[in-house]
């Protein structure tokens, strides 16, 4: 009978932590910024010079190896995905505006200066939460 | 029999023939009001006995006009209480109907004549029967539709089902009564492999919020999900509910396709807002309504609201109602709002009742451009309800709890700039009505050109003050060529013309830098000259030109629009 709530016990605890990384995964906000921005995901544009070159799926994401100049970052901030989500009208400059979602996303600002700083990247920027205006 | 029928019919038809209307929709064919200058002698004899008319020959400066327009009487119609002014107010019937507005131009050029003018046709104001298109409680329940003057644009212009208005919000009810949105105008943003996905068929409020619930005092501001996800169904109902139903409200773009595009997850987040604006311009839409916002600026929306301004869709948006105080850390009151602080971006403001900025809305320079009915009702400086009606996703909360008789209805009321923007985005509908290829500038220029002042008192915004819909529709009928002449735009005397008539060439004379375009448009509209970036004193060649009236059209450096008249001979 001990041993049953232990088990009991041990599965609430599990659970309970499933749930709260859960949240926290699935949380719209930033606590450095406010809570203005979503969180675990960035804008960044490269320059118009830049070449069209890379292939874009079905589902709007780029393989990560299509972005050499971002395998310092595609680490140290854990990237998980690249999408193009944005091509209204094939607009050039849309064409190479991309959303990273990463995973450390408490480091947002370091991933946008990091971003900043990369010579083929125009800019890069944290996406804000919009409001009701009534 | 049959012959009597016959002439009968004949002459029933040659009744209409006579008081048809074949030049002007909108003026009296071949009838003028022409007022005499104050200080002209009233000496002239009218014939009290035979309809107040007057002989020709009382004025001997005007024979040879008369005899050129084919003058067929002059009447003394108006004596009311022997006013002085309308003792010199004269009605001219004349036979050559299509030269009215030659004929007023060249009455213009006598200094005995102080205006000259085509008697405007009144019309049976559309009267729709949507039960609340009227009184509840024996309160205005339409006063934001009143304000715009939507009963006389209505006259004008009825929404077409081939233009698309997008509301782009939390979510949108699409199956209400009184919008009935077409499944393939829904759409709404699904994670697909971490991906949102663009969802066709339906954009309503997640199936958590349960839409018959009824809140109490209590809860309302703290726990009333139905009401809270019923902002975007509240702006469809503004910009193109269904008119003239027998159902609910009236809007002011009722007949236009709406299109109702979710942006929020389902925690209410609103974060899909580049998504939903690329899903509905690359589904059709004409016009967008954004009633959202924030202080915060991103260079993504920035262009892609660019891409759509750049293919002709006309963008709305809220300017915001932290007029007064900021909700945003580190922000000041009265705050840029984006997207409508974007320059191709019509950002809207709210009035009252009273014709005053609500205190809640953005104001000033670079936050609002044009303001529309969004607040309360106003009495003695006071607010009350009701503020504006609408559709909704719940059962009325909001009006039932603050003692109207509405209750168990998908209507309440709201207020905000949220609800101000679709109005402006349902009329930017109706002008796009009248002329489908109207660019986002000019729908901007009609909106502006034609607004009515903002009530003395009133905070300032960019523009010139509240949409007038009667004259918007006018002018975007205008550049349509449906009409052809510009009479309702503002004519000043800032700008001079001479000589008029003129035979090969016009001066223009205007202050340095005033005017950025000069157009030369015949009596159907039709340019058929320009003049970029013209000098402080320009001179126009217009030997060219067939003999007969001109508009002269201005754009100012302001982008104000004034239109003169000149003669070629």
Redesign the interface.
């Known amino acids: 009978m001990k041993t049953v709530k232990k088990y009991t016990l041990l599965l609430i605890i599990i659970v309970a932590v499933v749930f709260v990384s859960c949240k926290t995964t699935?949380q719209?906000v930033t606590p450095s910024t406010?809570g203005?921005?979503?969180a675990g995901v960035v804008?960044f544009?490269l320059k118009d010079d830049y070449p069209l070159n890379f292939s874009v799926k079905e589902?709007?994401?780029i393989d990560l190896k299509e972005f050499k100049f971002l395998e310092k970052e595609i680490k140290k901030f854990e990237i998980?995905?690249i999408?193009r989500?944005?091509?209204?009208?094939d607009?050039p400059?849309?064409l190479r505006?991309f959303k990273i979602?990463f995973k450390k996303e408490k480091n947002i600002d370091a991933l946008i200066d990091a971003l900043n700083a990369i010579p083929e990247i125009e800019?890069a920027?944290?996406?804000?939460?919009?409001?009701?205006?009534? | 029999m049959r012959k009597f029928i016959l002439l009968s019919l004949l002459f029933l038809i040659s009744i209409c023939g006579i008081e048809a209307q074949n030049v002007s929709p909108h003026y009296v064919d071949g009838m003028l009001y022409v007022k005499l200058t104050d200080n002209y002698p009233l000496t002239f004899k009218v014939d009290v006995d035979n309809g107040r008319t007057i002989n020709e020959s009382e004025f001997p400066f005007l024979q040879e006009l008369f005899a050129k327009y084919g003058v067929t009487l002059i009447a003394q119609e108006f004596y009311l209480f022997d006013d002085e002014k309308l003792l010199r107010t004269l009605t001219i019937w004349f036979s050559e109907v299509e030269k009215a507005d030659e004929f007023i131009a060249e009455l213009l050029l006598h200094k005995e004549i102080e205006y000259a003018e085509k008697p405007t046709i009144k019309k049976r104001l559309f009267n729709p029967d949507d039960p609340y298109y009227g009184q509840i409680d024996n309160l205005n329940m339409k006063w934001h539709l009143d304000m715009i003057k939507a009963s006389y644009a209505w006259d004008l212009q009825w929404g077409s089902p081939t233009i698309k208005v997008a509301i782009v919000?939390?979510a949108i009810w699409g199956g209400h009564e009184d919008l009935q949105i077409s499944s393939n105008n829904l759409c709404h943003f699904k994670k697909?492999?971490?991906?949102?996905?663009a969802t066709t068929g339906s954009a309503s409020p997640p199936s958590s919020v349960n839409q018959n619930m009824t809140c109490n005092e209590s809860t309302f501001y703290t726990n009333c999900a139905a009401y809270d996800w019923s902002?975007g169904t509240?702006c469809a109902g503004l910009a193109g509910a269904i008119t003239n139903n027998g159902k609910g409200v009236a809007s002011i773009g009722s007949g236009v396709s709406l299109m109702g595009v979710r942006?929020s997850?389902d925690?209410g987040?609103?974060?899909y807002?580049?998504?939903a604006v690329?899903w509905a311009?690359?589904n059709g839409a004409k016009v967008i309504s954004m009633?959202?916002?924030?202080p915060?600026?991103?260079?993504?929306?920035r262009?892609?609201l660019q891409?759509?301004y750049?293919?002709g869709i006309i963008l709305v948006a809220?300017a915001?109602?932290e007029g007064e105080e900021s909700d945003?850390?580190?922000y000041e009151p009265n705050y840029i709002?984006?997207p409508a602080g974007y320059p191709f971006v019509i950002s809207v403001a709210s009035v009252n009742s009273n014709k005053k900025l609500s205190s809640f809305s953005q104001y000033g320079p670079g936050r609002a451009d044009i303001a529309a009915p969004g607040g309360f009702t106003v009495i003695n400086n006071q607010e009350y309800l009701p503020n504006i009606l609408s559709t909704t996703y719940c059962k009325t909360q909001f009006l039932r709890l603050t003692g109207f008789s509405l209750s168990n209805v998908y209507y309440d009321g709201?207020?905000?700039?949220?609800?101000a923007?679709p109005i402006v985005a349902g009329l930017c509908g109706l002008l796009a009505s009248a002329y489908p290829t109207i660019t986002p500038a000019q729908a901007k220029e009609c909106l502006q050109s034609t607004a009515q002042p903002l009530a003395s008192g009133s905070r300032p915004i960019d523009g010139n003050g509240i949409i007038n819909a009667y004259s918007a529709v006018l002018c975007a009928q205008e550049l349509a060529g449906n009409v052809g002449i510009c009479d309702k735009l503002t004519l000043t005397n800032q700008i001079s013309v001479y000589p008029n008539p003129a035979q090969d060439i016009l001066y223009v004379v205007s202050e340095e830098g005033e005017v950025k375009k000069i157009e030369i448009l015949d009596v159907a509209g039709r340019c058929v000259a320009t003049e970029l970036m013209p000098k402080s004193e320009t001179i126009l060649s217009i030997s060219n030109l067939t003999n007969g009236l001109y508009l002269l059209k201005f754009t100012c450096s302001n982008n104000e629009i004034i239109i003169k008249k000149f003669i070629k001979q």
């Open positions: 699935e719209n406010s203005e921005y979503q804008m544009k589902d709007k994401s998980v995905q999408t989500p944005f091509d209204l009208f607009d400059k849309l505006t979602a800019y920027e944290k996406i804000p939460i919009k409001r009701k205006l009534k | 919000d939390d697909v492999g971490g991906v949102p996905t902002h509240h942006m997850t925690d987040s609103m974060i807002y580049n998504n690329q311009a690359q009633s959202y916002g924030s915060l600026q991103d260079q993504t929306e262009q892609v891409t759509a750049n293919r809220a915001g109602n945003y850390e580190g709002s984006y709201m207020q905000g700039t949220s609800m923007c």
